[in-house]
């Protein structure tokens, strides 16, 4: 899955700087709404709010805009919205099977709206259950490299915490782990002084499709399809990539 790990990496990072860093913004911010809403206001005694505020301050998310998602989503100010996860299922070109996580406020909106996506874009909407036995619920940490660093280093932090495995995508490891091992993994981290770029729990396909040049480019292009919907916060996919694939993509 290293280049599925890979694009997704880098797809983050770009996403911070170009047209799309308002989408990316309203995001995080409804994560944290969400978080906070479910598990009260206190990142300290909330780890899934604190990881929000997190990634939200990591991707340059105004600590204002952080403060107010924390404010309404815990009561203690008014205008939070009746947020609702969804989940849609569909195959896209070349057999891949995409999960779609949206959070929303109208479940008609995005409804229509992965519908259409998917469909203008050769995919295929699919019965509940169909493509989600393809993946496996997973906590995913993203530790940037520094000099000297090795994926040896980093297993030895986090193995006792419960970390299944650690693949190097380049620029960054990627510590694989059970979704209820998470916080401990990436506390793990941060007691070994090491920083991390995010700390989430995402669907990992349990096999996957290797697509070419031309399946890659379709994938992609039903994928940004999806995630310009204000609705849908995550999209999964089984795809697996090459590094020339990829190279030729960007």
Same mark, same amino acid.
């Given at each position: 899955m290293s280049g599925?790990?890979?694009?997704?990496?880098?797809?983050?990072?770009?996403?911070a %700087?170009?047209?799309? #860093?308002?989408?990316l913004?309203a995001?995080?911010?409804?994560? *944290?709404e969400?978080?906070?809403?479910?598990?009260?206001?206190?990142?300290?005694g909330?780890?899934?709010? +604190?990881?929000? *505020?997190?990634k939200?301050?990591?991707?340059?998310v105004p600590?204002?805009? *952080?403060e107010? =998602?924390?404010?309404?989503?815990?009561?203690?100010?008014?205008?939070?919205?009746?947020?609702?996860? *969804?989940?849609?299922?569909? +195959?896209?070109?070349?057999?891949?099977?995409?999960? %779609?996580?949206? /959070?929303?406020?109208?479940?008609?909106?995005?409804?229509?709206e @992965? #519908? @259409?996506?998917?469909t203008?874009?050769?995919?295929?909407?699919?019965?509940?259950g169909s &493509?989600?036995y393809l993946?496996?619920?997973?906590?995913?940490? %993203?530790?940037?490299?520094?000099?000297?660093?090795?994926?040896d280093?980093?297993l030895?932090?986090?193995?006792?915490a419960?970390a299944?495995?650690?693949?190097?995508?380049?620029?960054?490891?990627?510590?694989?782990c059970?979704?209820g091992d998470?916080?401990?993994?990436r506390?793990?981290?941060?007691?070994?002084?090491?920083?991390?770029?995010?700390?989430?729990?995402?669907?990992?396909?349990? @096999?996957? @499709?290797?697509?070419?040049?031309?399946?890659?480019?379709?994938?992609?292009? /039903?994928?940004?399809? /999806?995630?310009d919907?204000?609705? &849908?916060q995550?999209?999964?996919?089984?795809?697996?990539?090459?590094?020339e694939?990829? =190279?030729?993509?960007?």
């Open positions: 599925h790990s890979k694009w997704a990496t880098t797809k983050h990072k770009k996403a %700087i170009d047209a799309k #860093r308002g989408k913004f995001r995080l911010v409804k994560n *944290i969400v978080a906070a809403r479910t598990g009260g206001g206190d990142p300290d909330n780890p899934t709010l +604190y990881d929000a *505020i997190q939200a301050r990591k991707n340059s600590l204002d805009n *952080i107010r =998602a924390v404010k309404r989503g815990s009561g203690a100010e008014a205008g939070g919205a009746d947020w609702q996860t *969804i989940m849609y299922e569909g +195959y896209g070109p070349n057999g891949v099977a995409v999960l %779609i996580e949206c /959070l929303t406020d109208n479940r008609n909106r995005a409804a229509t @992965v #519908r @259409v996506a998917m203008r874009n050769g995919g295929s909407m699919a019965d509940p &493509v989600s993946f496996n619920r997973k906590g995913v940490v %993203i530790v940037p490299k520094t000099e000297g660093m090795s994926e280093d980093v030895m932090v986090v193995l006792d419960g299944e495995e650690v693949n190097d995508l380049g620029e960054a490891f990627e510590i694989i059970e979704a998470l916080i401990p993994v506390k793990a981290i941060q007691e070994g002084d090491m920083d991390y770029e995010s700390a989430d729990t995402n669907f990992l396909p349990s @096999v996957s @499709v290797e697509l070419d040049e031309d399946g890659a480019r379709k994938v992609f292009r /039903l994928i940004e399809a /999806l995630e919907s204000d609705d &849908v995550n999209v999964f996919a089984n795809f697996d990539v090459s590094d694939v990829l =190279a030729a993509i960007d």
